[in-house]
């Protein structure tokens, strides 16, 4: 199973754009890099996934490095509602390796 | 609506009564799974299904047990729960594996005292 390294805390400006790294050095070349995010008080969410290719969304941006090893999701403008843990996960299979994910406080 | 549901929402109970948390989606989805969150900890897998009758360990399985007779239900079992299961649970489900995104439920908090 593919191991994920991300920083335990990020902060951003309101309407500031955000970046959120994740390291999966590890990954299988067929693993997709899924993204979650879990708001306070509610289960996770999805928020996007690749394989390969930059992605976009309604809700974020998807960066993959081109050996695949690191991915950062990227919120153009950061909202309060935005506040939440975003985990990123390699899946390949049927299982998930959530890990304890990035907290993002978003300043006013 | 779309929608995973989860019962009960919170669940007090003692040290070897046996419960079940039940899950249900309405999606017709193939794969459900559920995990325990824990402070520190994060979202752990403690099982997961991808279609009826075909069930599979995650991370962490002991003391929990799971059946899927039917696509929509996948109910998790302690048969004899302890204080170190008191815990956030989800329920989740999904079209297939990889790539579709899991839907999940609520969550039940399970305190065991």
């Known amino acids: 199973d593919a191991k994920t390294t991300q920083p335990n805390s990020m902060e951003s400006n309101e309407e500031e754009p955000v970046h959120l790294p994740c390291n999966h050095s590890?990954?299988?070349?067929?693993?997709?890099i899924h993204w979650y995010r879990q708001l306070p008080s509610q289960g996770p969410e999805y928020v996007i996934h690749?394989?390969?290719s930059n992605v976009n969304n309604r809700m974020a941006s998807l960066a993959i490095a081109e050996d695949r090893k690191s991915s950062t999701l990227i919120l153009h403008r950061a909202t309060l509602r935005d506040a939440a843990v975003y985990y990123c996960?390699?899946?390949?299979?049927?299982?998930?390796?959530f890990g304890t994910g990035t907290r993002l406080k978003v300043l006013a | 609506e779309a929608q995973v549901t989860q019962n009960p929402r919170y669940l007090i109970t003692v040290t070897g009564k046996k419960l079940t948390v039940t899950c249900s989606q309405n999606m017709n989805h193939e794969y459900m799974s559920w995990y325990r969150q824990d402070p520190g900890l994060g979202l752990r897998q403690i099982y997961y299904?991808?279609?009826?009758?075909?069930?599979d360990k995650g991370d962490v399985p002991e003391g929990y047990k799971v059946s899927r007779k039917e696509k929509r239900n996948f109910p998790l079992i302690l048969e004899s729960p302890s204080p170190n299961q008191t815990s956030l649970y989800f329920c989740?489900?999904?079209?297939?594996?990889?790539?579709?995104?899991?839907?999940f439920g609520p969550g039940t908090r399970l305190t065991v005292t």
């Open positions: 590890t990954i299988s070349g067929t693993d997709y």
């Open positions: 996960i390699p899946f390949g299979t049927y299982k998930y390796i």
């Open positions: 299904s991808m279609n009826v009758e075909v069930t």
């Open positions: 989740a489900s999904s079209r297939d594996r990889a790539p579709y995104e899991q839907y």
């Open positions: 690749g394989l390969t």
